[in-house]
């Protein structure tokens, strides 16, 4: 509910999905990379966030869902690339895994997606430049980087956009699919 109690919301975002393949590949590699660290939490909910948009009254889902259905969803092939901790600047808070998109397809359809959501005037998007990313784990408090190797992780390719909803629970956030947009 909203802060005045009177309007149902919903926490969204648009992700794409990480292939079930890739996303054993990760975990096995948080498994081991992550062995031992009570400083961080893996994150096993794996996806590439293309937009945020938070607390959303849920009467408006249905023009989201409109203005993403006019987006060109094409497949795009990603190479994980290394480790990134973030924010870039002071105490860091995620681990994410860093993606090469050679082609740009992802970036484009980040831009898109952002595009059709503003024009819903439920989303604005950033000044900063946009991040091609999977977190894998969040810093229970914030803390400086700590060595990460061999992440042998194979290219994979992502084939939809998803609306999520996502609720805040103890252990983690719960990620509910809404509306599924595949590749054509």
Not at 113 to 118: H, R
Not at 140 to 149: D, I, N, V
């Given at each position: 509910?909203?802060a005045s109690g009177d309007e149902a919301t919903?926490?969204?975002?648009?992700?794409?999905?990480?292939?079930?393949?890739?996303?054993?590949?990760?975990?096995?590699?948080?498994?081991?990379?992550?062995?031992?660290?009570?400083?961080?939490?893996?994150?096993?909910?794996?996806?590439?966030?293309?937009?945020?948009?938070?607390?959303?009254?849920?009467?408006?889902?249905?023009?989201?869902?409109?203005?993403?259905?006019?987006?060109?969803?094409?497949?795009?092939?990603?190479?994980?690339?290394?480790?990134?901790?973030?924010?870039?600047?002071?105490?860091?808070?995620?681990?994410?895994?860093?993606?090469?998109?050679?082609?740009?397809?992802?970036?484009?359809?980040?831009?898109?997606?952002?595009?059709?959501?503003?024009?819903?005037?439920?989303?604005?998007?950033?000044?900063?430049?946009?991040?091609?990313?999977?977190?894998?784990?969040?810093?229970?408090?914030p803390r400086q980087p700590f060595p990460l190797?061999?992440?042998?992780?194979?290219?994979?390719?992502?084939?939809?956009?998803?609306?999520y909803s996502s609720l805040l629970e103890r252990?983690?956030?719960?990620?509910?699919?809404?509306?599924?947009?595949?590749?054509?």
């Amino acid at each position: 509910m909203s802060a005045s109690g009177d309007e149902a919301t919903l926490r969204l975002f648009v992700a794409c999905e990480v292939p079930p393949d890739t996303a054993s590949a990760i975990e096995r590699w948080q498994r081991t990379a992550l062995a031992g660290r009570d400083d961080v939490r893996p994150n096993h909910a794996l996806h590439l966030t293309l937009a945020f948009l938070g607390s959303t009254p849920a009467d408006r889902v249905t023009d989201l869902v409109a203005a993403l259905a006019g987006v060109e969803v094409k497949a795009v092939h990603l190479e994980v690339t290394g480790v990134l901790f973030l924010p870039t600047r002071g105490a860091k808070r995620v681990v994410a895994l860093v993606l090469n998109d050679a082609g740009g397809g992802l970036v484009r359809l980040q831009a898109d997606v952002a595009a059709a959501l503003a024009g819903t005037d439920l989303f604005e998007a950033t000044a900063r430049p946009w991040l091609p990313h999977v977190t894998v784990a969040r810093f229970r408090r914030p803390r400086q980087p700590f060595p990460l190797q061999n992440v042998n992780i194979p290219g994979f390719c992502v084939v939809r956009t998803v609306l999520y909803s996502s609720l805040l629970e103890r252990a983690g956030a719960v990620h509910t699919p809404l509306s599924v947009f595949p590749a054509s």
